[in-house]
């Protein structure tokens, strides 16, 4: 399908649609930009619907699931506001003058940030750092760009705790987690809170009780299902801006955050750990 005639297609087959259908085909059209914000589990909610019809009815225009549709939704949205053409040939940055991309670049990243600090919550941070300090092992997951993030939260903390532990190999990932105990934590990065990958290693995890960190977006996900405590990043991106650096700017903020609150409630330990740390680099620097 065309994704310039995705809306029109929808209009086209409304008399087909199921009773569920009509009324995520009505949500849809009266909610085109906000729509592509959301996840399975927030649409199906404000359209009154279970997730599978949500998932039906993204089948029933050709799309292999919500996913793939929640994209063609960006592109149709991005068609109608100016055309995609001329989107695709200039880029996100539609101005002439490099200040002005710098000057909206910084606005952007700041924004993501002042809104990822507005949805922090105090108790949810503070009890975060409690399970990092009682846990046997601290396991950093993600996985595509949100395994980076997870890397970097690992190689924050491992300055000052030596039980973080990052796995790259979503195999090896699935054997910790099979060995994985109730006193272990999982601090597990994905923006969407719905891949398949990141399911198929926290199912049974928390089958097997271990505690579960989620940094996300969206409070209403599989993931965030799942999930003990959820750190929600502000920061709204569209299937087109996917690994954007506004994101990743304010999962960050939320790891370091979180880094200094453990720090402040553990200092006589953590600051041990650090002067160790740093000695054992400052060894290697010329």
Same mark, same amino acid.
């Given at each position: 399908?065309?994704?310039?005639?995705?809306?029109?297609?929808?209009?086209?087959?409304?008399?087909?649609?199921?009773?569920?259908?009509?009324?995520?085909?009505?949500? @849809?059209?009266?909610?085109?930009?906000?729509?592509? /914000?959301?996840?399975?589990?927030?649409?199906?909610?404000?359209?009154?619907?279970?997730?599978?019809?949500?998932?039906?009815?993204?089948?029933?225009?050709?799309?292999?699931?919500?996913?793939?549709?929640?994209?063609?939704?960006?592109?149709?949205?991005?068609?109608?506001?100016?055309?995609?053409?001329?989107?695709?040939?200039?880029?996100?940055?539609?101005?002439?003058?490099?200040?002005?991309?710098?000057?909206?670049?910084?606005?952007?990243? !700041?924004?993501?940030?002042?809104?990822?600090?507005?949805?922090?919550?105090?108790?949810?941070?503070?009890?975060?750092?409690?399970? @990092?300090?009682?846990?046997?092992?601290?396991?950093?997951?993600?996985?595509?760009?949100?395994?980076?993030?997870?890397?970097?939260?690992?190689?924050?903390?491992?300055?000052?705790?030596?039980?973080?532990? /990052?796995?790259?190999?979503?195999?090896?990932?699935?054997?910790?987690?099979?060995?994985?105990?109730?006193?272990?934590?999982?601090?597990?990065?994905?923006?969407?809170?719905?891949?398949?990958?990141?399911?198929?290693?926290?199912?049974?995890?928390?089958?097997?009780?271990?505690?579960?960190?989620?940094?996300?977006?969206?409070?209403?996900?599989?993931?965030?299902?799942?999930?003990? @405590?959820?750190?929600?990043?502000?920061?709204?991106?569209?299937?087109?801006?996917?690994?954007?650096?506004? !994101?990743?700017?304010?999962?960050?903020?939320?790891?370091?955050?979180?880094?200094?609150?453990?720090?402040?409630?553990?200092?006589?330990?953590?600051?041990?750990?650090?002067?160790?740390?740093?000695?054992? !680099?400052?060894?290697?620097?010329?």
């Amino acid at each position: 399908m065309e994704t310039e005639s995705l809306f029109l297609s929808v209009g086209e087959k409304y008399n087909q649609l199921t009773k569920s259908s009509k009324k995520v085909a009505d949500y @849809i059209l009266a909610h085109k930009t906000e729509a592509q /914000f959301m996840s399975i589990t927030t649409l199906a909610e404000e359209c009154g619907v279970a997730e599978a019809s949500i998932t039906r009815f993204c089948r029933s225009l050709g799309f292999s699931g919500y996913s793939e549709f929640k994209l063609a939704v960006a592109k149709s949205s991005v068609s109608g506001a100016g055309g995609a053409q001329a989107d695709q040939e200039q880029g996100p940055y539609q101005g002439d003058r490099f200040f002005d991309l710098c000057n909206e670049l910084y606005e952007n990243n !700041v924004n993501s940030i002042r809104m990822t600090q507005a949805q922090l919550r105090e108790d949810d941070i503070h009890q975060t750092a409690q399970y @990092i300090a009682k846990a046997r092992r601290v396991y950093c997951f993600g996985q595509g760009g949100s395994l980076i993030l997870a890397m970097e939260a690992w190689g924050r903390f491992v300055t000052v705790a030596p039980h973080f532990v /990052f796995i790259e190999d979503s195999h090896m990932q699935a054997m910790a987690v099979s060995l994985a105990e109730p006193d272990d934590l999982i601090l597990f990065v994905s923006y969407s809170g719905a891949t398949r990958d990141m399911l198929e290693l926290l199912r049974p995890a928390k089958k097997r009780g271990v505690k579960i960190a989620l940094i996300t977006h969206y409070t209403k996900s599989p993931g965030a299902s799942l999930a003990d @405590i959820l750190l929600i990043c502000g920061s709204d991106e569209t299937p087109l801006q996917g690994g954007s650096v506004a !994101v990743k700017m304010a999962v960050l903020y939320i790891i370091d955050v979180l880094f200094h609150e453990y720090c402040r409630l553990y200092p006589k330990e953590t600051y041990a750990n650090n002067i160790a740390t740093a000695e054992a !680099v400052a060894a290697k620097l010329l």
